[in-house]
């Protein structure tokens, strides 16, 4: 018989050497299974440890295996890729409600994706593999090296000059994330939505990649409000 402490999802993530949390995909789900009060435990995966795990559990998948991933004990479901999990979540968990899609949300997520993904490539990606495991950096500069043509350190020459010249796109994403200020300090007022979690998510991953990139990042108005808005559901992060 199942006792009302066990986990009611078990939430596979990306491992580091500091024994938490730092990918912004998995934190989008965590953050929500923290707003909504859901019991979880959560095993750290190695990069290359992903994949033949994720397939020993008997998960197909018809593109490349990835996290977060997580088992829902209950229905014994196993699912993987943030958004279908976050649909999952909401449709399963409906209290609190968390509004998954907004007008706003999807122009702040679009906005974001292609601006501040461009300095977050130059400043965290090859900062990144400081805090894996010797395991995990080789898999990780292998694939990385690969996909982008050239060694992770040549992403450094592009950083000062990336965030130069989009500092004004980075400022006009902050200021869209406080349309509904005098409303709450989140992107739809009073109560977080996933638009939220997506931009504290990557937050998160900055400061535990790198705290400099991070404190750049919050230096636009904006980004910092969200961030200390979602505090209280970053605190199970282990």
Known sequence: ?????????VLYDLA???????????WRIRLLLNYKQIRYKTIFLEFPDIE????ALGIKSESKYTV?????????????DSTPIAQFIESTYPNPPVPLTSELGREVETKARAVVSTVFRNSVMPREI???SPRSQEYFRRTREAALGHPLEDLLEKEESSWSSLADEIRAVGELMQTNRDKGPFVLGSRP?????????ALQCARMVDEGVFQRNIKYYGYAQIYEACLPYMEKKD
């Open 193 to 201: 939505s996933y638009t939220d979690f997506f931009i504290a998510g």
């Open 130 to 132: 400081n805090i894996l």
């Open 68 to 80: 977060p991933t997580i088992h829902h004990v209950p229905s014994n479901t196993y699912m993987m």
């Open 1 to 9: 018989m199942a006792s009302q402490l066990d986990p009611e999802i």
């Open 16 to 26: 580091c050497s500091k024994g938490l949390c730092f990918s912004p995909v998995v």
């Open 52 to 55: 033949p795990t994720l397939k």
